[in-house]
């Protein structure tokens, strides 16, 4: 198991590796520290001193991959790939456009993201599996067809409509809660039913339809039959052996966000005025700093392939026939 | 009146595209197989209307995307001068939408303007009334009194392309590799294993976001690569299509490597290698027909996730160019009205309904053709 997570670790280093070659290229090569210094200035008539101050001030004065001008060693670490890209293995972030530490702007903000992420994630886990399972237990019914359909529209509706929807039935209309905004503490619970809600109402037609076909490839299982035959009742054939046997599928789609879920969402975040990590990207899009996006997505990636070694360990938890070596 | 037709690059893209349909149309016909299949998929009555509906944005869509520039109205012995506006033939069928402007808001079938202006009346009175309306507007009109039937009617054309041209970037990418790590195994495997878990890992939304960034750089840096503003907001559309297929062949390329993992070891390949028919060969002919099925499911499976996509996209920053016309600039642009008083809400609602028709039409008539190709669906 040891030398299991071993060997999954290093085989994190290429893809982080790779990553951060994409992203290089996307934000030094395609888009050179020049076209980023005359964007961050504004002005369409830029001088080229300003464009060298602006580099030298954000430290993107020097060349991509080989500094010819420094001595032995510093050729390779005297470069913009070395100094904002690889050092990002070490979890330096660096500063943001605004002078602003990235690291400690990650650790402030990732709280409030965690705070809508996390309730968000479980109790819509919850919801869409009980939809699913209820689907599933009044099958060939009225009820069934009623919520198929129900199912349909739901995941036909575009997210932001429940969004601009929830904010105005609930917040506006009925002033059951702040539209948006966020307080720190305790005191959060207000600003979170909102984006709460919508973030598990949104997801109801496109996991609770995803958790049901999961639940009918089971029915149709040998075992299944078997358990009938002895004299199961359905709801004990549905939760004793459906559901546990259901896992795998269901721990391979759930355990790999855990992680990211520090990151926050986007479109919420910004539509609610969390201050989160996920409209800190959003902001960072939108301004252009690229520093702050760059840090964002080495994260992501970090966290994703966390998730993927989560999961696997999350097998054996559930599946005793899974032995990882 | 004469006109100078305008080739933008998403038309011929869709030129293509629907030449694509066309040549599987006609293969469909001349397999009675596969038309007895695709018979299935009509013969439901829920199939049957959201291919209806679907068929209907598509007419829109095409006649959006034929292009040209009208001729200006002639001075006495010049050449003929060509507008620098490009409008399509949907325009040209739609002109008195188009036209007909107002000076702001004004609600769906009203008679009068959304706001009041100070009037001087003919006695020297001032008041403060509603002027009445120009024209008449079935959906209303937008802030600075477009028709908002006009405006998403005019979106249907960019939800298409979103739908489609990304699938169609996306789909060589995600076959050949799929196929080729399944097939071949080994190193081969592994490599693309690679490519795509390391894409797979980072975090969609910013991906997207962030390459959408660079594009916008570029052009911003560089006005002098479009000749108008019509093919600089298509290069970006097309930019984000590409960007979009790039990020997402990923999920079909695993699944199709899936397929030939399990299919390269069946007997009639076997054989195929014993009679020395070359890797090509087998691919073409006993690989790609059996996996047929997958792809026309996940083509239209994705197609209404990603016109889902770009309304959150564009609200992003990292969507279509803010001119083009889409619903998800409309609801960006109208999402604030709703705290006026009283509450300007057809903008949004005409855009979330237009996108909601297409959408359902697009998941009952992904349902339609699962149902009937996938082979452990009992008849």
Redesign the interface.
């Known amino acids: 198991m040891i030398a299991y997570l071993i060997r999954r670790l290093l085989y994190a280093v290429p893809i982080l590796l790779g990553v951060n070659l994409i992203t290089f290229a996307l934000f030094f090569m395609v888009n050179t520290p020049d076209d980023m210094a005359r964007i961050q200035l504004g002005a369409k008539h830029v001088t080229a001193e300003a464009i060298a101050r602006w580099k030298v001030q954000h430290g993107y004065d020097k060349p991509l991959f080989y500094n010819a001008q420094a001595e032995g060693g510093e050729r390779l670490t005297q470069t913009l790939f070395t100094q904002k890209s690889l050092s990002l293995f070490a979890l330096e972030f660096g500063q943001a456009d605004d002078g602003r530490s990235i690291a400690r702007e990650i650790q402030t903000r990732m709280w409030p993201s965690l705070a809508v992420a996390m309730p968000t994630f479980f109790i819509g886990l919850a919801v869409y599996l009980a939809t699913a399972l209820m689907l599933v237990f009044f099958r060939r019914s009225r009820l069934e067809l009623a919520g198929v359909v129900m199912l349909v529209v739901l995941m036909s509706i575009s997210g932001l409509f429940y969004v601009i929807g929830g904010q105005f039935v609930l917040g506006k209309l009925w002033h059951w809660a702040p539209i948006s905004g966020y307080a720190p503490g305790l005191e959060a619970w207000k600003f979170l039913v909102l984006p709460v809600l919508v973030g598990v109402v949104s997801g109801i037609g496109e996991s609770g339809r995803f958790y049901r076909a999961l639940f009918l490839e089971e029915i149709h299982q040998d075992y299944v039959r078997t358990a009938r035959a002895k004299g199961l009742s359905e709801a004990r054939v549905l939760f004793n052996h459906i559901l546990p046997n259901a896992a795998i599928p269901i721990l391979t789609g759930v355990v790999v966000v855990l992680p990211r879920l520090f990151l926050g969402s986007l479109v919420i975040e910004s539509f609610f005025g969390v201050p989160g990590l996920g409209s800190y990207t959003i902001d960072a899009i939108q301004a252009q700093d690229f520093g702050i996006v760059r840090a964002m997505v080495f994260l992501g990636s970090l966290l994703y392939i966390v998730g993927l070694v989560l999961t696997d360990l999350s097998y054996t938890l559930v599946d005793p026939r899974v032995r990882l070596q | 009146m004469s006109v100078q037709p305008v080739l933008l690059a998403s038309d011929v893209l869709l030129a293509i595209l629907l030449m694509a349909l066309v040549a599987y149309l006609v293969h469909v016909r001349q397999q009675p197989p596969l038309q007895a299949t695709w018979r299935r998929v009509t013969r439901t009555a829920l199939g049957r209307v959201a291919g209806t509906v679907l068929a209907l944005y598509l007419t829109v869509g095409v006649l959006d995307s034929l292009h040209y520039r009208p001729a200006l109205p002639a001075q006495g012995g010049q050449a003929v001068q060509y507008s620098n506006e490009v409008l399509s033939v949907l325009d040209a069928v739609l002109t008195p939408l188009r036209t007909g402007v107002e000076k702001t808001y004004s609600a769906p079938m009203a008679t009068h303007l959304y706001a009041k202006e100070t009037v001087t009346l003919a006695s020297g009175e001032v008041v403060r009334v509603a002027p009445p309306l120009k024209h008449w507007h079935l959906l209303g009109t937008d802030k600075v009194g477009q028709d908002v039937l006009y405006l998403s009617l005019k979106s249907i054309r960019t939800g298409l392309l979103i739908g489609t041209l990304t699938t169609l970037i996306m789909l060589p990418f995600a076959v050949t590799l799929g196929l080729a790590a399944g097939y071949f195994g080994g190193r081969v495997d592994d490599a693309i294993q690679?490519?795509y878990?390391?894409?797979?890992?980072?975090?969609g939304?910013?991906?997207i976001?962030?390459?959408v960034?660079?594009v916008q750089?570029?052009i911003?840096?560089h006005p002098d690569w479009f000749d108008s503003a019509a093919a600089r907001a298509d290069v970006r559309l097309l930019a984000l299509c590409a960007i979009l297929g790039m990020t997402s062949w990923t999920g079909l390329a695993r699944l199709l490597r899936a397929e030939a993992l399990k299919l390269r070891e069946l007997e009639f390949v076997h054989a195929a290698r014993a009679f020395g028919v070359g890797h090509a060969g087998i691919v073409r002919r006993h690989i790609l027909p059996n996996v047929g099925h997958l792809i026309v499911i996940s083509v239209v499976l994705d197609f209404?996730g990603l016109v889902?996509a770009e309304?959150?996209l564009s609200?992003?920053?990292?969507g279509v160019d803010p001119a083009t016309a889409s619903?998800g600039n409309m609801?960006n642009g109208a999402?604030l009205e709703?705290?006026r008083e009283p509450i300007v809400w057809w903008q949004?609602a005409a855009a979330?309904g237009f996108?909601?028709v297409l959408?359902?039409a697009a998941?009952?008539f992904a349902?339609a053709v699962k149902d009937a190709f996938d082979p452990r669906t009992a008849r």
């Open positions: 690679y490519l878990t390391t894409l797979n890992s980072i975090p939304v910013l991906l976001a962030a390459a960034l660079v750089v570029q911003e840096m209404s889902l309304a959150v609200y992003v920053g990292a619903w609801i999402r709703l705290a949004l979330f996108m909601f959408v359902l998941n009952l349902d």
